[in-house]
């Protein structure tokens, strides 16, 4: 048996501020055809921010989607042919407030593949400097440090439940080998 899906056709049904939803149709590898939904992203980067005393800036900020207001790393969209680097930088600043003497490539993950092709490229930042935050009009986030045994009981709770994040701050505590 052929194992090659193809894509037929896509075809765009609406397209708002971060993404864009498409209908795509498939051939299957036993011939037959499909209908699966896709949702186009432009990519996103985001930052491990770690003070000199080992604790990691969190920010907390209302998201629509989930109706509540929920504790992430600090992160954002990606501007036209930004590199993943500097977004992460920008975004560092923008919603906390700190710049970085240091960045260094973390981890990449995928959100969610089965319908989504966002990709958001994580770095550690470290070397921290406070400067101020420069936030969006629709954006309103509070910055507060916690110790990495604070963050992992939250995600273990239930209290942090943003994937990103998540995968993050435990592959931080892994790589670095931080107890």
């Given at each position: 048996?052929?194992?090659?899906?193809?894509?037929?056709?896509?075809?765009?049904?609406?397209?708002?501020?971060?993404?864009?939803?498409?209908?795509?149709?498939?051939?299957?590898?036993?011939?037959?055809?499909?209908?699966?939904?896709?949702?186009?992203?432009?990519?996103?980067?985001?930052?491990?921010?770690?003070?000199?005393?080992?604790?990691?800036?969190?920010?907390?900020?209302?998201?629509?989607?989930?109706?509540?207001?929920?504790?992430?790393?600090?992160?954002?969209?990606?501007?036209?042919?930004?590199?993943?680097?500097?977004?992460?930088?920008?975004?560092?600043?923008?919603?906390?407030?700190?710049?970085?003497?240091?960045?260094?490539?973390?981890?990449?993950?995928?959100?969610?593949?089965?319908?989504?092709?966002e990709?958001?490229?994580?770095?550690?930042?470290?070397e921290?400097?406070?400067?101020?935050?420069?936030?969006?009009?629709?954006?309103?986030?509070?910055?507060?440090?916690?110790?990495?045994?604070?963050?992992?009981?939250?995600?273990?709770?239930?209290?942090?439940?943003d994937?990103?994040?998540?995968?993050?701050?435990?592959?931080?505590?892994?790589?670095?080998?931080?107890?």
């Open positions: 048996m052929d194992t090659k899906v193809v894509r037929l056709k896509r075809e765009l049904q609406c397209e708002g501020a971060i993404t864009k939803y498409y209908k795509d149709t498939v051939q299957l590898p036993n011939g037959s055809t499909a209908v699966w939904d896709f949702v186009g992203h432009n990519g996103a980067a985001a930052a491990v921010a770690v003070l000199d005393d080992g604790r990691l800036l969190m920010v907390k900020q209302y998201r629509n989607a989930l109706d509540r207001y929920t504790l992430e790393i600090p992160a954002g969209g990606l501007e036209p042919n930004e590199p993943t680097i500097d977004a992460a930088a920008r975004e560092l600043e923008e919603e906390t407030g700190y710049t970085c003497g240091k960045i260094e490539k973390l981890i990449t993950i995928r959100t969610t593949v089965a319908f989504c092709n990709k958001i490229d994580i770095y550690l930042a470290t921290l400097k406070k400067t101020h935050q420069h936030l969006d009009d629709d954006e309103f986030v509070d910055v507060k440090p916690y110790t990495l045994t604070e963050l992992e009981d939250m995600i273990y709770n239930g209290t942090i439940e994937s990103k994040t998540i995968a993050a701050i435990l592959a931080y505590k892994n790589k670095y080998r931080i107890n």
